[in-house]
């Protein structure tokens, strides 16, 4: 894989896209080196994978992808220090003073990274349409190419909608950051409309058939673009929308879901099954931790998979509870003794007070021989087929499509062993809990939980009471120092007294 270099050679071409302080550093630039730099197809893949790699910058970033999506879950009972049990808690308004910039918490309110893929992104869409045609393998290899960005555009705004709501709105390319004016928030609907227009954008553009072989599920498709479709008409509770855009992705995407008894694969390696995930191999980074302290497998392994022997259990511990009455798990059962393959596959001491996950288990060394370096080479799965699957069975259970509904949900649970839906749960809360199984510890609970709320208004968050749920708590306040360097930019709503 070529992704570190090419990332390396395209930030030094586009200096604009270094900038480390906010998203609209007014910093100048080598405009010569821009007009050079974009004149073929090759060095429009690079700007491609430089865009992937910020992504997974962004991501990667104090665990950032799992951080937002699972931490304030159901999932967790302990998240430990750092800011993470603050965060599970949703106490996200603690005022921090300018020597904290190493905190998680002021990492996790700033979007500065995901604003460096935007930047990015705009310059890819503006500078490849003037790139003559001839220069790529055909026209529709061009259209392949401007589609891909117009879903990393579509995509990252979608991502930091869910986290923000109300978001700066940036779609050209900033020619000259130096007098760029500063930008205040858009309304999240209209944020919403974008996404939608860039993501129609990227469909119309990609082909079902552009395929990139065994780095197809790491690259932005046809099929990752209706995933995030689908997902964005489910945040904004279209599910009739949610219903037609899947259904187009099941009939036409080519995937399938892998046997149960190699459930555990798709966490290794991409397979049928997996639709868009996140680069993140040990060739991928750019540095290594001593021990890997913010990496995945450090928060939810333990000896001997993570590199300390003293670590006897992981640094975010599943709130036992909830973990034993989702699986139908006992105090004592072993994972062999459960019908259900996901539990025998990618779980372990499931019936003790310490149980963990193992979807994140391929772990080493860079420096075996001083055991150094401790990384994790999985990807990140953003979306994959099962998941897919359970959001069109959502869509129409609250459309009131039982039958549909249920049959998704029975290939879901017969795939990992376990009997048909017997009714004896109402079918959209069945629904949500299989999602909550299927995707456990997969960057999907929080959000899910956020709908479950919207279309089931007696659900409970345990640290978001009703009133804050209306007033939207759920979206995150932006970093104080963000408005600082931007005095057009509002704090988020629900905490603009609280921060």
């Known amino acids: 894989m070529k992704i570190r270099k090419k990332y390396i050679y395209i930030v030094v071409a586009l200096i604009l896209f270094t900038s480390c302080e906010d998203f609209l550093e007014k910093e100048p630039f080598h405009q010569p080196v821009q007009q050079n730099f974009w004149q073929t ?7 491609l994978n430089g865009a992937y790699a910020l992504l997974r910058v962004a991501f ?7 951080t937002y999506g699972d931490v304030p879950s159901d999932q967790f009972s302990y998240t430990g220090y750092e800011d993470y049990d603050n965060i599970r808690m949703y106490n996200l308004g ?3 003073n300018e020597n904290s910039s190493y905190r998680t918490m002021v990492h996790m309110r700033d979007w500065t990274n995901f604003y460096k893929v935007i930047n990015h992104v705009n310059t890819i869409i503006a500078k490849t349409q003037e790139i003559s045609v001839n220069e790529f393998d055909s026209e529709q290899d061009k259209n392949n190419k401007i589609g891909e960005a117009y879903f990393l555009r579509g995509f990252t705004y979608f991502y930091m909608t869910r986290i923000w709501g109300d978001l700066p709105l940036l779609t050209e390319y900033i020619r000259d950051p130096v007098n760029q004016p500063y930008v205040a928030r858009s309304p999240k609907e209209e944020i919403w409309d974008q996404i939608n227009s860039d993501l129609t954008m990227a469909s119309d553009l990609l082909t079902w058939g552009y395929n990139r072989g065994v780095n197809n599920a790491i690259r932005g498709s046809k099929g990752a673009t209706l995933a995030t479709l689908a997902h964005l008409h489910a945040w904004q509770g279209n599910y009739d929308q949610v219903a037609n855009v899947t259904q187009t992705l099941l009939e036409n995407g080519g995937y399938a879901l892998i046997p149960g008894n190699q459930y555990e694969t798709m966490f290794d390696n991409p397979t049928t099954e997996n639709i868009f ?8 980074e750019e540095e290594f931790q001593e021990d890997g302290e913010f990496t995945i497998g450090r928060k939810l392994l333990k000896f001997p998979y993570t590199v300390r022997e003293f670590q006897v259990e992981p640094e975010w511990r599943f709130d036992v509870n909830r973990f034993r009455t989702l699986f139908n798990v006992q105090d004592g059962e072993t994972n062999d003794s459960i019908p259900d393959l996901r539990l ?3 779980f372990e001491d499931i019936g003790s007070f310490m149980p963990i996950t193992t979807k994140y288990d391929n772990t080493g060394f860079e420096f075996p021989d001083e055991t150094r370096g401790f990384y994790v080479d999985n990807n990140i799965i953003i979306f994959r087929l099962a998941g897919i699957m359970l959001l069109r069975a959502e869509a129409l259970a609250a459309m009131g499509q039982t039958s549909g509904s249920i049959e998704l949900l029975d290939q879901v649970r017969a795939r990992v062993g376990l009997e048909p839906y017997n009714g004896e749960q109402e079918l959209f809360t069945a629904v949500m809990e299989e999602r909550a199984r299927e995707l456990w510890a ?4 929080f959000y899910d939980m956020i709908r479950m709320k919207r279309e089931v208004p007696t659900f409970q968050f345990s640290f978001i009471n009703d009133d804050d749920f209306q007033a939207e708590k759920y979206y995150w306040p932006i970093e104080p120092l963000l408005r600082t360097n931007d005095p057009e930019l509002e704090q988020t709503e629900f905490w603009r007294s609280r921060i």
């Open 94 to 96: 603690e005022r921090l």
């Open 344 to 346: 025998q596959q990618v």
């Open 41 to 47: 197809s090759e060095d429009v893949e690079s700007g």
């Open 442 to 445: 997969e960057g999907h609970r």
């Open 277 to 284: 995930e996140i680069s993140s191999q040990l060739e991928d």
């Open 60 to 66: 990667n970033d104090k665990v950032a992808y799992y």
